[in-house]
């Protein structure tokens, strides 16, 4: 029996956010169900590493969140890698990461549904993947008729904390120009609004600046941040509606696909080289974000109308049940003819439609996020029939079911 192949793993996992501990745990899943393998954690296995070619190395394999000088190091020992931070400098090594402009279209539509016209964007500048969301928020939004847009990225000659960790003088100077940023952005929102922003930590200061403003959130303010750090985002009062991460599953495909480079590796120093390999792109490989935790921060339905307001709460918490105009009216005593009425020249399109839409929208973030068969997706967005449902997904997306979640499944690029 060979020794266990010895695995880096530079994942952070001191620092108490999900998207590291949760990566390292679907890490430890696939090492404990293939064997043979011996995580070590090393945060400086890139420094570890020798810096000439040809020297042993301590590793068989590293995996996490890849440093620029670990993946050139590895690379000239010949040790493979797989990267899960996005943000990584190291661009050309194999990646497994979550899908950056799902992740955007999924917090614009989860705004979108609950009627809101008027939005705005607060990315970080350092930040490749709020840029990239806060991009495909702004083309999910305009592709659904609405053009007032306001947005500002923040830091964009030098990095800004947006309240984490300890300051010094010139960070909180730097924090200063940020707020008086936030502030000019401020005047130019037209309320109701929805809004993206690129942390948890930001949406509680934001919150703070509405209540000084008189505005209220989310009635004139609603606002999806950051992912999904339970403590922060749950308290304090309001609760931030957030995005949660395939964490787990992440950590898990990263190490099947280093389980593959390494048995790659040792295949190749079995063989004689003839000549040079041709260089192929490396594989990265982004799965869909596993949808939005809603809390407070979105808990509102952005029309002036408190019955039609009323009605779309209702409609929204009942989804999954067979839903008739006259089951609504009763629940919001009102006449039928009233309701309708209202709700035609509040949304301008009927009810049915409204139904059929929100539905619609549930079953695209069902498909997008979970494997799960889609007659059954279907029933639990409320569908009568996989036949009903297939109709009803190629009216409102122009392709069925099947294809949608095909376009939108975790693709190797």
Known sequence: MGKDRRIAVM??????????????????????????????????ADRNLPARAGQASPYDGMIGRISKLGAERANRLGVPVVNVWLNSPAHDVPSVLFDT???????????????????GVLAHASDRSTLV??????????????????????????????GIGELDLSEYQQWKRAMRD????????????GLYLFEVAIARVLIEKCFDRGWRVPEDVA?????????????????????????????????????????EADKQK???KRSKPVAADPVKLLLPPVGIVARRSTDFFAVDDDLIRRALRYIDENLHRPLTIDMI?????????????RFSEQMHHGIAAEIQRLRVERAKRELTATD?????????????????????????????????RQQHAPTDT
């Not at 402009?101 to 939005?119: D, K, W």
């Not at 609405?146 to 500002?152: E, I, L, P, T, W």
């Not at 990225?153 to 030098?158: C, I, Q």
């Not at 308290?235 to 495909?253: A, D, F, K, M, V």
């Open 270 to 272: 079995g063989r004689r």
């Open 133 to 162: 969301q806060g991009e495909a928020f702004e083309r999910t939004v305009r592709e659904a008729g609405c053009d007032n847009f306001s947005a500002v990225s923040l830091a964009e000659h030098e990095p800004t904390r947006m």
């Open 329 to 341: 009216a009763d629940a919001l005593e009102v006449s039928r003819r009233k309701l309708t009425g």
């Open 372 to 404: 799960q068969p889609i007659q059954q997706i279907a029933r639990r967005a409320g569908f009568a029939s996989a036949r009903t449902f297939n109709d009803a997904f190629r009216a409102e997306v122009g392709c069925s079911p099947r294809a949608y």
């Open 223 to 263: 606002m999806v941040a950051g992912y999904n750090e339970e403590v922060q985002c749950e308290h304090p009062s309001p609760g931030i509606t957030s995005l949660e991460l395939p964490n787990e599953r992440i950590g898990y495909e990263a190490a099947r696909m280093l389980d593959e480079l390494m048995n």
């Open 101 to 119: 402009v799902a992740c955007g279209r999924l917090r614009a539509e989860h705004l979108l549904a609950r009627g809101f016209r008027n939005f």
């Open 182 to 193: 936030i502030d000019r952005w401020m005047d130019t929102w037209r309320l109701p609004i």
């Open 11 to 44: 994942m952070d996992i001191d620092k108490p956010y999900k998207r590291h501990t949760e990566t390292f745990t679907g890490i430890h899943k696939y090492a404990e169900e293939r064997g043979g393998w011996r995580l070590i954690v090393d945060d400086w």
